[in-house]
Nanobody, 125 residues
């Protein structure tokens, strides 16, 4: 069965950190760019970050630059999102996707090959 499964979400206080993971099964991530998107209640989908298939290029949304770091481990078929200095406005469902390209940062405008179900991140005191 082809799927992406996210984990690592939860409740954290402002200023705290979380590390999200997304593991692929049924296919290999090696040839895909990988991205994280988020959607908060009542808001549209937002691109968070994208990493190229080689890992040599990364892109971040303005809202998370300097606080979030995307990485990948092809041997583990996994992509990560390290989130530091979390703010209440980071509260959302975070989903990982496999895509043909990061499209120089415009990946969120294109179709995706595979979607995960998402993991909830809540930042609150």
């Amino acid at each position: 069965q082809v799927q992406l499964v996210e984990s690592g979400g939860g409740l954290v206080q402002p200023g705290g950190s979380l590390r999200l993971s997304c593991v692929a099964s049924g296919f290999t991530l090696d040839y895909y760019s990988l991205a994280w998107l988020r959607q908060a209640p009542g808001k549209g989908r937002e691109g968070v970050s994208c990493i190229s298939s080689s890992g040599g290029a990364t892109y971040y949304g303005d809202a998370v630059k300097g606080r979030f770091t995307i990485s990948r481990d092809n041997a583990k078929n996994t992509v990560y999102l390290q989130m530091n200095s979390l703010k209440p406005e980071d509260t959302a469902v975070y989903s990982c996707v496999a895509t043909a390209s990061c499209y120089e940062g415009s990946y969120y405008l294109y179709d995706f090959e595979y979607w995960g179900q998402g993991t909830q991140v809540t930042v609150s005191s």
